[in-house]
């Protein structure tokens, strides 16, 4: 009974422990939380003699969560810069055939006008 408590309890601690981690990783602002956190426990491990190894494994962990956080931050301004330039285009191209449309109109109705004083000089 002892050593089924005792694999239960663990499976639950290892989901305990990943979980976390893949819900961080969810968005930018679970990356950074995630970096701080990691960074402060290395902090933590290297400041105590005896966890000096684990520490340099944490820090190793910080600096992976920080490189994956300013990807994220990367990857974020890339996405806005590619969509404003995609709305700046359709913007322009809106704009534009509303100004060909508009230069279309103002040829017609002036070629209209000449015609009929055309016609009616020619009438008089």
């Known amino acids: 009974m002892k050593r089924f408590t005792a694999t239960i309890l663990a ?10 981690a893949a819900l961080a990783r969810a968005n930018e602002k679970g990356a950074h939380n995630l970096a701080i956190g ?3 426990a290395a902090a933590y491990l290297l400041s105590h003699k005896d966890t000096r190894g684990l520490g340099v494994v944490a820090a190793g962990g910080a600096a992976y969560a920080w490189k994956k956080h300013h990807d994220a931050v990367k990857q974020r301004h ?10 700046s285009r359709r913007a322009r191209a809106v704009r534009n055939s509303r100004a060909n449309s508009r230069a279309r109109a103002n040829r017609v ?11 009616n000089s020619h009438a008089q």
Do not use: N
Request: proline share 3%; no cysteine; hydrophobic share 40%.
């Open 11 to 20: 499976v639950l601690m290892g989901f305990g422990i990943l979980s976390p």
């Open 109 to 119: 109705s002036r070629a209209s006008q000449r015609a009929l004083t055309v016609r």
């Open 38 to 40: 990691s960074t402060a």
């Open 78 to 87: 890339d996405r806005a810069r590619y969509r404003y330039s995609r709305a």
